[in-house]
Nanobody
Framework: QVQLVESGGGLVQPGGSLRLSCAASGSIFRMGWYRQAQGKTRESVATITSGGITNYADSVKGRFTISRDNKNTVYLQMNSLEVEDTAVYYC??????????WGRGTKDTVSS
């Protein structure tokens, strides 16, 4: 079974940066981050496959960068943060074969 350990997030001013990380065990096909703002549905932010294929939400292209190392740890570097980026960010992991797992979430607040 997949085990997840999330870290990062917090309070940052507009224009600042945050770096999220998620370490997963198991045989992973795709990892990434989703987010859910207050009163809104959860949406995909950025994902990366074991082959290095990335997928970004249009709202974060050019500002966020997702990467992955050899130990199944995914990183989300978030630059030029905006108030609209405020949300709970959830690590997402999908094993080969389909089962998916979610982290508990980390709150990222962008505010002056």
């Amino acid at each position: 079974q997949v085990q997840l350990v999330e870290s990062g997030g917090g309070l940052v001013q507009p224009g600042g940066s945050l770096r999220l990380s998620c370490a997963a065990s198991g045989s992973i096909f795709r990892m990434g981050w989703y987010r859910q703002a207050q009163g809104k549905t959860r949406e995909s932010v950025a994902t990366i496959t074991s082959g290095g294929i990335t997928n970004y939400a249009d709202s974060v292209k050019g500002r966020f960068t997702i990467s992955r190392d050899n130990k199944n740890t995914v990183y989300l570097q978030m630059n030029s943060l905006e108030v609209e980026d405020t949300a709970v960010y959830y690590c997402y992991v999908m094993e080969w074969g389909g089962p998916a797992y979610w982290g508990r979430g980390t709150k990222d607040t962008v505010s002056s």
